[in-house]
């Protein structure tokens, strides 16, 4: 109840029960992931290769070899030459690298080869990345010693016009 003083007017207010809420899809998904969907943007891409193949090579090659004074550049490049998840992770990767003062201090640098590449069976444009690479340092000890190792990373490609492949998603496995 509420009472305006000095007019004598009482007006009356009732609590009503709050109105039922239809609950959208999206709010559902979003209390269960805790994410909320958005419409990715439409990117572009610079470039991009003739087959899938070719695209997985290139960018893997591109990828592990790597000095403390490229791997900055070299990941900003990947990221443009890609599309969604694979170019949100050499965009961050980039920024951590530039970050990174024991890069520089130490020397590191990465070298490899790309020694198999293989459809995944059931995953349409997606492909099994195998590499044997060797992480070295000019100024430091930690890699002295050290052999090749073999790494796997799952890629996969997506088409763009006119017709190229580019990487959509790349996820390193070891």
Known sequence: MLVLAGCGLTLHTATAPPAPTRTSALVE?????????????????????????????????????????????????????????????????AGEAQRDGTLQRSGIANSGVVEAIGPVRGHADEYAVVTRELTTATNSTAYAGLAPTWHVALATVTRVPPGLWVLSAWQPES
């Not at 899938?52 to 592990?64: G, K, N, Q, R």
């Not at 004074?69 to 030459?81: E, F, G, K, N, V």
């Open 29 to 93: 998904h979003a209390d269960r992931t805790h994410e909320v969907p958005t419409p990715a943007p439409r990117q572009t891409v610079a470039g991009g290769w003739r087959s899938p193949v070719e695209a997985v090579e290139v960018f893997a090659t591109t990828y592990i070899n790597w000095t403390a004074a490229t791997i900055a550049s070299r990941l900003r490049l990947l990221a443009q030459a890609s599309l969604g998840q694979a170019r949100a992770a050499m965009t961050l990767a």
